[in-house]
């Protein structure tokens, strides 16, 4: 499958619209990722969805690039994060797993 | 002189409108021509999808779930730090209601909107607060310390299933009327972090953490636990959505982030359409329903909690033909 990669804000749901349709989501494939990356799949529904949103297209690359520089940020954040005396499991009961790294299919 | 139509043509329904598109539907496969539009249209085979519901306001993960599509609860969790806050949605947007007694994550939750329950959670704590639609107010504790146990039922008869109790994984199950707890019949398979559905005389739970990820199902039949057919997908930390033993969606779950939606029939696991934002850690709709279910916050795989709301939606896709 092919895919093109946008951002755009997830803006949820009005009494009108929402940010992802049930149609949509029959028609062509859409996964979020951080940064507000979304990968659609290259299709006409997929290409409409980009267009309906005003969402900045970006090159897989740069994409990747928003994402990577998120989850590195919050991989310092945590790393930084410690209690004295606390051991490496209850600082993951604490915070959670240590975040790991998105590759963008 | 005859034409296409005369020799090759076949005659289709009439309708002024569009079908439903709610699902069931007894026209599902029907072509058919809609006078209002004036298009022939087709009513495809029903399907569930995701699609976009109201952003929360507080984005948490480890938070307590619970109620229906149209009318659910999210309270309490952890975005790192523990929140106390609780919001409700009506379907479309989150306002926030009174803050919960206890800020904990990993809390045991059933009920509605108006009626709901949390039992235990992390770090490790006996308490059980009860919802009216308005305020919490703290009841009967729990036997011991839980975290992540599975809640059925309702909050006047709640199931509250295994979990972890003195950091291991428990068998253990008590009941819950609405003022005490009673021990029940424990399950074949230790865990906590899973999913489930049903009542106390009628139940299924799947998922969780054995001290691995798991994939095991049990179904209750008020008096004992049978194993059944596992989830597709192992996992834990998801989220489901159902109130019957006998339907229920599970969806997202541990690792790190799955976006997986499975059904469950009383039988089998059946995976259908994915989370548009695969997460864990989630709420759901507990007591929603396998055709309209709700999936709000929670993490993605980097650990960044999540504003996004989701809406699982069953129903037939209704195709305009261009014969152009």
């Not at chain 2, 106390?84 to 803050?99: I, L, M, R």
């Not at chain 2, 229920?248 to 799955?258: E, K, L």
């Not at chain 2, 916050?297 to 896709?317: K, L, M, R």
């Amino acid at each position: 499958m092919n895919y093109k990669y946008s951002v755009k804000e997830n803006w949820g749901k009005t009494s009108s619209d929402q940010f992802i349709r049930h149609e949509d989501r029959m028609q062509f494939h859409i996964e979020g990722f951080p940064g507000n990356v979304w990968v659609t799949e290259d299709n006409v529904y997929g290409g409409r969805w980009i267009s309906r949103h005003s969402a900045v297209v970006k090159t897989k690359s740069q994409a990747q690039t928003i994402v990577t520089d998120i989850v590195d940020a919050l991989k310092d954040t945590w790393d930084n994060d410690n209690v004295d005396g606390e051991t490496s499991a209850e600082k993951i009961t604490r915070l959670g797993p240590k975040p790991t790294d998105i590759t963008l299919p | 002189m005859a034409t296409y139509k005369v020799t090759k043509g076949t005659p289709v329904a009439f309708r002024d409108g569009a079908y439903p598109t709610s699902y069931p539907s007894p026209h599902e496969g029907e072509l058919f021509y809609n006078g209002s539009s004036g298009a022939f249209q087709f009513l495809g085979v029903g399907a569930g999808a995701w699609s976009s519901g109201g952003n929360i306001n507080t984005a948490r993960k480890g938070l307590s779930g619970f109620g229906t599509q149209t009318a659910a609860i999210a309270a309490t969790g952890n975005a790192p730090s523990t929140v106390t806050s609780c919001e409700q949605y009506n379907g479309s947007t989150w306002t926030e209601v009174a803050d919960v007694n206890t800020g904990k994550f990993y809390r045991g939750n059933c009920g509605l909107q108006t009626a709901g329950l949390l039992v235990g959670g992390a770090p490790a704590v006996t308490d059980t607060e009860e919802w009216n639609g308005a305020s919490w107010t703290e009841t009967a504790n729990y036997p011991g310390t839980v975290t992540f146990p599975i809640l059925l039922g309702v909050q006047t008869a709640a199931f509250c299933i295994a979990g972890t109790i003195s950091d291991s994984y428990a068998t253990e199950t008590n009941i819950y009327n609405g003022s005490a707890f009673t021990e029940s019949t424990a399950i074949n398979t230790a865990r906590g972090e899973g999913v489930g559905a049903g009542t106390t005389s009628a139940g299924v739970i799947a998922g969780g953490n054995t001290n691995s990820v798991s994939a095991l199902t049990e179904l209750w039949n008020g008096s004992s636990w049978t194993e059944v057919g596992d989830l597709n997908t192992a996992r834990n930390l998801l989220a489901g959505s159902g109130s019957s033993s006998s339907a229920m969606i599970a969806f997202g779950g541990d690792a790190p982030a799955r976006a997986i939606t499975e059904s469950w029939n009383g039988t089998s696991w059946t995976e259908l359409g994915d989370l548009s934002t695969g997460r864990r850690e989630l709420g759901g709709s507990s007591n929603g329903t396998n055709l309209a279910g709700l999936a709000f916050s929670g993490c993605i795989a980097n650990g960044t909690v999540q504003t996004s709301t989701e809406e699982w939606d069953f129903a037939h896709p209704l195709k305009t033909i261009d014969v152009s």
